[in-house]
Nanobody
Framework: QVHLVESGGGLVQPGGSLTLSCAASGIMRFSHNGMAWYRQAPGKRRELVAGMSGAGNEYYVDYVKGRFTISRDNAKKTSTLQMNNLKPEDTAVYFC??????????????WGQGTQVTVSS
């Protein structure tokens, strides 16, 4: 059973920063999997934010490029999303995923419960 657990969300003022973490378990060859972060605001579709291949290639959607940075630690089977200069429109529940733009599956079939990010003054 694959489990994904997101953490690190919270309330932050516009222009602030947060670091989200994802811990994965049940993946036998984690380094072979793409990793990605998605977000979903109330009433909206879940959308891709960032992705990273097993080799470290990065992808970002245009509206977070230059503000967000994805990373991964294959030994610890974790992924991190560093978010800087946050904007109110970044408010959403953020999810990690084992698929993404560098995977055959985009997204992959497993989701965690997500972590809430709220950007508000």
């Amino acid at each position: 059973q694959v489990h994904l657990v997101e953490s690190g969300g919270g309330l932050v003022q516009p222009g602030g920063s947060l670091t989200l973490s994802c811990a994965a378990s049940g993946i036998m060859r984690f380094s072979h999997n793409g990793m990605a972060w998605y977000r979903q605001a109330p009433g909206k579709r879940r959308e891709l934010v960032a992705g990273m291949s097993g080799a470290g290639n990065e992808y970002y959607v245009d509206y977070v490029k230059g503000r967000f940075t994805i990373s991964r630690d294959n030994a610890k089977k974790t992924s991190t999303l560093q978010m800087n200069n946050l904007k109110p429109e970044d408010t959403a529940v953020y999810f990690c995923n084992t698929g993404g733009p560098f995977s055959r599956l985009a997204p992959g079939p497993y989701w965690g419960q997500g972590t809430q990010v709220t950007v508000s003054s």
